[in-house]
């Protein structure tokens, strides 16, 4: 097994190493495709400027050959525009026979017009319609063999056809050079070459459409397209686009080849760098590990310590000429070692509240067992004693207390198990919210009037303190009823004997709106608060010990308050009372709210 000191020069070498050598590999993984994205933009931009140059040349050509062509078809004499003609490079502009393809007359200055027009010529002038547009011919040859473009205008049984030999693309091709065998390819709107360095396939105006990037052209598309090429065996990337209006294709091309060299001499430079650069690191690390070997000793002992349950194990911090990675490192661990001892403690805690929640728990099920058994004795026995007879015939006075006791006992377990079903289906997400039209007053009312057999018990008064023109508000009646009801029902059951409670809503300066229900009973302790609002939790002391209840009333209340989008407190304080709140937020008040009460009735 090897030593920490050699284990750290190890560790600090693979260190220096992985970031030395993602440092080199990264910049040649994107090196490559940086080149690619360089390339496409030039090579794109270069293209569109010189599909511009065409477009303007094609346009002028045109421009100036329906002017000479227009005048040639009415008889009159053509103004001398030889310079024009000869700068956009036409060769000759001829009047001639459409069926014969004889020369009737042509431009003077230019290049002699041949008495008889090229096959391809007459062929194309044969398909044209009288009286139509001027067409642009694709390339072909004249009857000298050489490459032309004609531009060709009918008129009944006579044309004028203008020519020019393909010098013009040639040199537009031939002036962008890059690289060692970067070139420009310039084709007809049939896909043959006008411009392409093969000198040989611009006099043979060799067909190019069989190639997916020429089918491209043909279709009007531009982009970058990486291919094949049988010229320069080799891939070949080229940007590609089509001049407007004359249907040229135009490819800026360079081999793949070039754009790998340049990426090797980079590769070269940076794996120098990279030797340096690991052996400074394979020095820094044999440094550091002398350096480090005392200070990862002791932290190496504190963990050991903390292994075997020590939680005050602290290490002292380096001098102040120890590097501060040392500082940070022993800083660190005394954190994790507070952090450790917290937890522990933590967890110390969370098996108390375990065990509370769990005794909790079982004091529910004694609760619950308690409240079902008591009436379900009841109702047996009433049963039992009906089912004898002796309480006398069916009707008599005994036989209605009994069966009145049998429904009070009824009740209450269905109370019971009402509350443990609503709080399961709140639990579960499953409790729907209805939105209707609430009168808080009426709620109030309600609820004072259903608690009222139980403050009579207790003689304790009931009191509603809701203005009839406070808003309405939206939300679920049986729900927002339920928890009123709860909370008056709460505050009789656990408020003193002949106190007073009193049911009141005002409105916030939020736009909400609050109800309170307040005793004069005994009161909470701050301490209970909280707890008194979770599930299966009651307030135990002298003064509601012979009380009965689950515990379910608050928690099903907090949870139907939330799901409104409210919130729900209890303020109190021992001997002085409490206030159970429900606050309702702006979005469920109902402004102008009369005229929709009276409309509701």
């Given at each position: 097994?090897?030593?920490?000191?050699?284990?750290?020069?190890?560790?600090?070498?693979?260190?220096?190493?992985?970031?030395?050598?993602?440092?080199?590999?990264?910049?040649?993984?994107?090196?490559?495709?940086?080149?690619?994205?360089?390339?496409?933009?030039?090579?794109?931009?270069?293209?569109?400027?010189?599909?511009?140059?065409?477009?303007?040349?094609?346009?002028?050509?045109?421009?100036?050959?329906?002017?000479?062509?227009?005048?040639?078809?009415?008889?009159?004499?053509?103004?001398?525009?030889?310079?024009?003609?000869?700068?956009?490079?036409?060769?000759?502009?001829?009047?001639?026979?459409?069926?014969?393809?004889?020369?009737?007359?042509?431009?003077?200055?230019?290049?002699?017009?041949?008495?008889?027009?090229?096959?391809?010529?007459?062929?194309?002038?044969?398909?044209?319609?009288?009286?139509?547009?001027?067409?642009?011919?694709?390339?072909?040859?004249?009857?000298?063999?050489?490459?032309?473009?004609?531009?060709?205008?009918?008129?009944?049984?006579?044309?004028?056809?203008?020519?020019?030999?393909?010098?013009?693309?040639?040199?537009?091709?031939?002036?962008?050079?890059?690289?060692?065998?970067?070139?420009?390819?310039?084709?007809?709107?049939?896909?043959?070459?006008?411009?392409?360095?093969?000198?040989?396939?611009?006099?043979?105006?060799?067909?190019?459409?069989?190639?997916?990037?020429?089918?491209?052209?043909?279709?009007?598309?531009?982009?970058?397209?990486?291919?094949?090429?049988?010229?320069?065996?080799?891939?070949?990337?080229?940007?590609?686009?089509?001049?407007?209006?004359?249907?040229?294709?135009?490819?800026?091309?360079?081999?793949?080849?070039?754009?790998?060299?340049?990426?090797?001499?980079?590769?070269?430079?940076?794996?120098?760098?990279?030797?340096?650069?690991?052996?400074?690191?394979?020095?820094?690390?044999?440094?550091?590990?002398?350096?480090?070997?005392?200070?990862?000793?002791?932290?190496?002992?504190?963990?050991?310590?903390?292994?075997?349950?020590?939680?005050?194990?602290?290490?002292?911090?380096?001098?102040?000429?120890?590097?501060?990675?040392?500082?940070?490192?022993?800083?660190?661990?005394?954190?994790?070692?507070?952090?450790?001892?917290?937890?522990?403690?933590?967890?110390?805690?969370?098996?108390?509240?375990?065990?509370?929640?769990?005794?909790?728990?079982?004091?529910?099920?004694?609760?619950?067992?308690?409240?079902?058994?008591?009436?379900?004795?009841?109702?047996?026995?009433?049963?039992?004693?009906?089912?004898?007879?002796?309480?006398?015939?069916?009707?008599?006075?005994?036989?209605?207390?009994?069966?009145?006791?049998?429904?009070?006992?009824?009740?209450?377990?269905?109370?019971?198990?009402?509350?443990?079903?609503?709080?399961?289906?709140?639990?579960?997400?499953?409790?729907?919210?209805?939105?209707?039209?609430?009168?808080?007053?009426?709620?109030?009312?309600?609820?004072?009037?259903?608690?009222?057999?139980?403050?009579?018990?207790?003689?304790?008064?009931?009191?509603?303190?809701?203005?009839?023109?406070?808003?309405?508000?939206?939300?679920?009646?049986?729900?927002?009823?339920?928890?009123?009801?709860?909370?008056?029902?709460?505050?009789?059951?656990?408020?003193?004997?002949?106190?007073?409670?009193?049911?009141?809503?005002?409105?916030?300066?939020?736009?909400?709106?609050?109800?309170?229900?307040?005793?004069?009973?005994?009161?909470?302790?701050?301490?209970?608060?909280?707890?008194v609002q979770q599930p299966f939790e009651r307030v135990s002391n002298r003064a509601n010990r012979d009380v009965t209840g689950t515990g379910l009333g608050l928690p099903i209340v907090r949870k139907l308050v939330e799901l409104h989008g409210g919130r729900f407190a209890l303020q109190s304080q021992l001997g002085a009372g409490t206030t159970a709140i429900i606050e309702l937020p702006a979005s469920r008040v109902v402004s102008?709210?009369?005229?929709?009460?009276?409309?509701?009735?």
């Amino acid at each position: 097994m090897l030593s920490l000191r050699s284990s750290l020069i190890v560790i600090f070498v693979l260190l220096g190493v992985a970031p030395l050598g993602l440092f080199w590999l990264w910049p040649q993984s994107s090196a490559l495709q940086k080149e690619f994205d360089d390339v496409k933009d030039r090579h794109l931009v270069i293209a569109r400027n010189l599909a511009h140059g065409l477009q303007r040349f094609h346009r002028d050509a045109t421009s100036t050959f329906d002017f000479a062509a227009d005048t040639l078809l009415a008889g009159a004499a053509l103004p001398d525009t030889r310079s024009v003609l000869a700068n956009l490079r036409f060769r000759s502009i001829c009047q001639v026979e459409v069926a014969t393809g004889r020369l009737l007359r042509g431009v003077r200055g230019l290049g002699q017009c041949q008495e008889q027009l090229a096959a391809a010529t007459q062929e194309m002038l044969g398909t044209m319609k009288e009286g139509g547009r001027t067409v642009l011919s694709p390339v072909h040859a004249d009857a000298n063999g050489e490459p032309v473009i004609a531009w060709m205008r009918r008129s009944g049984k006579v044309a004028v056809v203008g020519t020019i030999d393909t010098r013009y693309f040639v040199e537009s091709g031939r002036s962008i050079a890059f690289g060692r065998n970067g070139h420009t390819t310039i084709v007809d709107q049939t896909g043959r070459v006008l411009a392409h360095p093969i000198t040989e396939w611009e006099s043979e105006m060799h067909d190019l459409s069989q190639l997916e990037v020429v089918r491209e052209l043909l279709d009007g598309r531009a982009g970058i397209k990486t291919y094949y090429s049988h010229t320069f065996k080799d891939e070949v990337i080229a940007a590609y686009v089509t001049v407007e209006g004359a249907g040229w294709g135009i490819m800026i091309s360079q081999p793949l080849a070039e754009l790998k060299d340049a990426i090797n001499r980079f590769q070269r430079s940076a794996l120098s760098i990279f030797a340096m650069c690991l052996l400074l690191a394979a020095l820094v690390a044999c440094r550091a590990a002398f350096t480090l070997l005392d200070p990862v000793a002791r932290v190496i002992d504190g963990a050991s310590a903390m292994a075997r349950g020590s939680t005050d194990v602290r290490l002292p911090l380096p001098g102040r000429l120890a590097p501060r990675e040392l500082t940070d490192l022993t800083s660190t661990f005394n954190a994790l070692a507070e952090n450790v001892a917290s937890a522990r403690r933590g967890e110390a805690r969370a098996r108390e509240a375990a065990e509370r929640a769990n005794q909790s728990k079982t004091d529910f099920l004694r609760t619950v067992t308690h409240e079902l058994r008591n009436p379900l004795n009841a109702i047996v026995g009433f049963s039992d004693l009906l089912a004898t007879g002796k309480l006398g015939p069916p009707g008599s006075a005994a036989s209605q207390a009994c069966l009145e006791d049998i429904r009070t006992g009824a009740r209450m377990m269905m109370s019971l198990t009402n509350d443990l079903l609503d709080l399961a289906r709140i639990e579960a997400n499953q409790y729907p919210i209805d939105d209707e039209l609430l009168d808080l007053a009426e709620i109030g009312g309600r609820a004072a009037r259903f608690s009222q057999p139980m403050a009579k018990t207790r003689g304790a008064e009931v009191v509603v303190e809701i203005d009839r023109d406070l808003p309405a508000v939206r939300g679920d009646e049986r729900a927002l009823f339920q928890c009123v009801l709860n909370l008056v029902s709460n505050a009789v059951k656990y408020g003193r004997d002949g106190g007073r409670v009193v049911v009141s809503a005002d409105l916030l300066q939020t736009g909400g709106v609050r109800i309170s229900v307040t005793d004069d009973g005994p009161g909470i302790a701050a301490e209970d608060i909280d707890r008194v609002q979770q599930p299966f939790e009651r307030v135990s002391n002298r003064a509601n010990r012979d009380v009965t209840g689950t515990g379910l009333g608050l928690p099903i209340v907090r949870k139907l308050v939330e799901l409104h989008g409210g919130r729900f407190a209890l303020q109190s304080q021992l001997g002085a009372g409490t206030t159970a709140i429900i606050e309702l937020p702006a979005s469920r008040v109902v402004s102008e709210t009369a005229s929709i009460l009276d409309a509701a009735e």
